[in-house]
């Protein structure tokens, strides 16, 4: 509903444009009376603002069952919808294959791996840390790391794959 302050601003707006067009049709303003003198006809700001007055029965804008003129047409949907909209920290911003494995430490029990991000900043591995959407470290040795990653396939169905990062020696190139 249109508040009262915003009708009498239009309507006041409205008598101000009509006014400053009435000066156009002087012909029309002036009629003379019988005593000889002349009757103005130009509309006093009260009567317009009467005239203007939004009764019960004005206009009254019903949202619901109508779309919002404001949005897109088009919605830009998510590459895959069974992602969820979850914000993802850490490793798990980047997949395998956005990470570069620079050293593995084997220490008895706990093996762990430093991988580096393109920007240069290293990251700690261990066995069941979580990188990417979907993958889990499964295993490190003295010169791999494996993980598996759960993939959708095109019909929807979970998989999973096995992704190695090996550790490059010195000299060596991709």
Do not use: C, W
Not at 20 to 41: C, M, N, Q, W
Not at 66 to 87: G, H, K, T, V
Not at 107 to 113: C, E, I, Q, T, V
Not at 127 to 148: F, K
């Amino acid at each position: 509903m249109v508040p009262i302050g915003k009708k009498i601003a239009s309507s006041i707006g409205l008598a101000l444009i009509l006014l400053l067009t009435a000066p156009a049709a002087t012909s029309l303003r002036a009629e003379v009376v019988p005593d000889g003198g002349e009757k103005d006809h130009t509309p006093s700001l009260v009567s317009l603002l009467e005239e203007l007055q939004l009764g019960p029965s004005s206009f009254f804008y019903r949202q619901t069952g109508r779309p919002d003129p404001f949005m897109p047409f088009l919605a830009i949907r998510a590459a895959a919808e069974d992602q969820s909209s979850e914000e993802l920290t850490g490793l798990r911003r980047f997949e395998p294959g956005q990470l570069t494995l620079t050293a593995i430490v084997l220490g008895g029990r706990n093996p762990l791996a430093m991988v580096q991000d393109a920007t240069g900043y290293g990251h700690i591995i261990r066995p069941g840390s979580a990188i990417g959407r979907g993958g889990i470290v499964e295993r490190i040795t003295d010169h791999l790391v494996t993980i598996r990653q759960q993939v959708s396939s095109l019909t929807g169905e979970k998989e999973y794959r096995t992704v190695e990062m090996v550790l490059m020696q010195e000299g060596e190139e991709k």
